[in-house]
């Protein structure tokens, strides 16, 4: 009995000091934090970037490739690091419709939460675009689709624009003339806006609109139309250039002809080309559009509406960025304003 009560009292005894030794050895490992890795350190030191949180992921749709789209892209980029949201600028190379599709069904499958498109067509594009806001919020820019179930519109009042347009072609034909308008295509509503303010604005001035010619945004074909309008109409008053290549286009082909500073040019926007040619003395004027304003105020109103706040979108869903005609008088200070807003050396 003595036996087997001393074997009980060394048994309890090695227990007891078995656990002593694993208590402490547990408390050591809660205490002792896991050795950082190389990776998480310089995570830890790093700032936080969206696409490293997986913020927000919106997306910018242009309507073609032009250099225009370089403006606009730094304001979607000026966005991005002020909100904190991953924004993906997608561009159709051949500006297409079928490549816009493409692109919106892509960012469907990605789970994107917003999208600002330029629609190449708005009235065919339709049922796309309401499939979109079925899946994410949907703004347009620089080209509208009010028909569709966008929630806004941010750019310029592209008829207003085009009357601006038609100022400039009145003056530089005082006692009326031929004008010949080029584009890439009537079907955008920014093409189709323009051309009625120009139209509405010459109304009474003796200027004949001989035709519209469209060369879906193909550079080469952009050049012949004007070739072949110089060549046809030797008489012609003013040619007039309503997308933003348009400009640099009929520039080359004036210059080509021999005919810089016998035939007047009216165009939009601010191709480094466009600008050039106007201090050259080739294009007379241009009306310029705020692309910097159509990427950046498009990522602000959009994280707002995903974020259930549309106090920013006005009751007719219409935010006008305004324009700026650009001259021989202005261009040298608008241009170096220009640069350095997108961060070039003037």
């Not at 060394?10 to 896991?34: D, F, I, Q, S, Y």
């Not at 927000?56 to 749709?61: E, G, N, T």
């Not at 624009?161 to 080029?182: D, N």
Request: charged share 25%; glycine share 8%.
């Amino acid at each position: 009995m003595s036996k087997n009560r001393n074997r009980v009292l060394a048994n309890a005894l090695m227990l007891a000091l078995t656990a002593l030794m694993v208590v402490p050895g547990c408390k050591r490992k809660k205490e002792t934090p896991a050795p950082q890795t190389g990776k998480t350190t310089t995570k830890a030191k790093q700032p936080r970037t969206a696409k490293q949180t997986g913020d927000m992921h919106l997306a910018f749709v242009t309507n073609n490739a032009s250099n225009f789209w370089a403006i606009a892209r730094k304001g979607v980029e000026t966005a991005e690091k002020e909100l904190g949201i991953q924004a993906e600028f997608r561009i159709p190379a051949n500006g297409t419709a079928t490549e816009q599709q493409q692109i919106v069904e892509d960012l469907i499958a990605k789970g994107c939460k917003g999208m600002a498109i330029s629609p190449v067509d708005p009235a065919n594009q339709t049922p796309m675009l309401n499939q979109a806001a079925d899946a994410m919020v949907v703004i347009c820019h620089d080209s509208d689709a009010p028909e569709s179930n966008r929630r806004c519109y941010i750019g310029t009042n592209n008829y207003s624009a085009g009357r601006e347009a038609g100022k400039l072609i009145k003056q530089v034909l005082p006692q009326g003339g031929k004008i010949m308008l080029f584009v890439g295509t009537l079907d955008a509503q920014n093409a189709r806006d323009r051309r009625q303010g120009i139209l509405d604005e010459i109304e009474g001035a003796q200027i004949e609109v001989i035709d519209t010619r469209t060369d879906l945004t193909d550079r080469a074909r952009a050049k012949s139309n004007v070739e072949d309008t110089l060549v046809q109409y030797p008489d012609i008053g003013c040619l007039v250039g309503l997308w933003s290549y348009n400009g640099p286009t009929i520039a080359d082909a004036v210059k080509d002809a021999g005919k810089a500073g016998k035939v007047n040019v009216v165009c939009f926007d601010e191709d480094a080309n466009t600008l050039q040619a106007i201090q050259d003395g080739v294009i007379f004027a241009t009306v310029v559009q705020k692309p910097y304003e159509f990427g950046y105020q498009s990522m602000h109103v959009l994280k707002s509406l995903v974020s259930g706040d549309d106090s920013m979108v006005p009751e007719d869903g219409l935010i006008d960025t305004g324009v700026t005609v650009v001259k021989e008088d202005n261009v040298k200070v608008f241009w170096a304003k220009l640069k350095e807003m997108v961060g070039e050396k003037a």
